[in-house]
């Protein structure tokens, strides 16, 4: 954890300064916050017709999540998953494949032996 009252801290042996002892940083997120680039208006970034197609499926997507079925739904895969430690059964299959896969590369890896011609 970094202590913000110093200056300074050590990582892993390396001496290492923190952002706010650095002048230059120090100058540009002064300047920064005091006056920042607006933000470009998506009105000018969108055509009507994107604008349009994006409200319409966020509202639609709202619409559905309010329905009571969708939010019964909702509460048991959440309830299914905490259940079924499906999370940690995920990491231990990508273990698996990963490990598969190292196998594998490890065998194309060793080349065949030459096969001596027959007299």
């Not at 002048?23 to 916050?33: E, G, L, P, T």
């Not at 309830?79 to 594998?104: G, N, P, S, T, Y």
Request: aromatic residues 8%; hydrophobic residues 40%; charged residues 30%.
């Amino acid at each position: 954890m970094i202590d913000e009252n110093k200056d300074t801290t050590k990582v892993q042996g390396e001496h290492v300064a923190l952002l706010q002892a650095v002048q230059w940083a120090v100058i540009w997120a002064h300047s920064f916050s005091m006056s920042p680039r607006p933000p470009i208006p998506l009105s000018l970034l969108l055509t009507e017709e994107e604008a349009a197609i994006s409200i319409q499926s966020f509202w639609r997507a709202y619409l559905v999540r309010c329905d009571p079925e969708i939010q019964e739904l909702r509460q048991w895969q959440k309830k299914l998953r905490e259940d079924k430690h499906i999370r940690q059964r995920v990491k231990i299959f990508w273990a698996k494949q990963e490990h598969k896969m190292k196998c594998k590369m490890e065998d194309e890896e060793v080349p065949a032996a030459p096969v001596p011609p027959s007299p």
